[in-house]
T-cell receptor, first 113, second 110 residues
Framework: NAGVTQTPKFQVLKTGQSMTLQCAQDMNHNSMYWYRQDPGMGLRLIYYSASEGTTDKGEVPNGYNVSRLNKREFSLRLESAAPSQTSVYFC????????????FGSGTRLTVV | GENVEQHPSTLSVQEGDSAVIKCTYSDSASNYFPWYKQELGKGPQLIIDIRSNVGEKKDQRIAVTLNKTAKHFSLHITETQPEDSAVYFCADSGYSTLTFGKGTMLLVSP
């Protein structure tokens, strides 16, 4: 089983460029999440989708947009990248909400120069 | 959960020793407390979890305890091995998503 697949694994952007991080899960999970991980800051929630057709802001949504394309896929878009968005981004999914274990992808390391 | 405090931020032990990581939470409504292990260059992986109707749960060398009155829960690793070296995160369920602690880097020396 692939679990949660994120693409790309690495990316370098110039300030002002845009890009979309892709995430897909094959576990028939209802809920999906995007986190960023920065040194000393732990995992901070950017956006989440409790179920297909819904999206909500997390702790640090500014500068990002998301799309729940279907039950399997949840993408994260940076419209105009800034150096402050240099981070490791993780996608996760759960069967239904926060009272079930999350399964994380392997992450995308993004550098904005 | 609104806030999860995790201690210590780093923990160094000798192989074979025990390691304990503690977390406190503030949201009385939280009822699910998972622990994740993150190895270098990988995503966090769920290693054990506990629900609020249980005080302790064990899985081989790892165990989690929960004290609802004091609002804290702990991860216990016995007979540590070098492959236990990783960053460990606690989390608690809140209104709609998990809230994570800032992590503990565990170093197990041979």
């Amino acid at each position: 089983n692939a679990g949660v697949t994120q693409t790309p694994k690495f990316q370098v952007l110039k300030t002002g460029q845009s890009m979309t991080l892709q995430c897909a899960q094959d576990m028939n999970h209802n809920s999906m999440y995007w986190y960023r991980q920065d040194p000393g800051m732990g995992l901070r929630l950017i956006y989440y989708s409790a179920s297909e057709g819904t999206t909500d802001k997390g702790e640090v949504p500014n500068g990002y947009n998301v799309s729940r394309l279907n039950k399997r896929e949840f993408s994260l878009r940076l419209e105009s990248a800034a150096p402050s968005q240099t981070s490791v981004y993780f996608c996760a999914s759960s069967a239904w909400g926060q009272t079930y274990g999350y399964t994380f992808g392997s992450g995308t390391r993004l550098t904005v120069v | 959960g609104e806030n999860v405090e995790q201690h210590p931020s780093t923990l160094s032990v000798q192989e074979g020793d025990s390691a304990v990581i503690k977390c406190t939470y503030s949201d009385s409504a939280s009822n699910y407390f998972p622990w994740y292990k993150q190895e270098l260059g990988k995503g966090p992986q769920l290693i054990i979890d506990i629900r609020s109707n249980v005080g302790e749960k064990k899985d081989q060398r790892i165990a989690v305890t929960l004290n609802k009155t004091a609002k804290h829960f702990s991860l216990h690793i016995t007979e540590t091995q070098p492959e236990d070296s990783a960053v460990y995160f606690c989390a608690d369920s809140g209104y709609s998503t998990l809230t994570f602690g800032k992590g503990t880097m565990l170093l197990v020396s041979p």
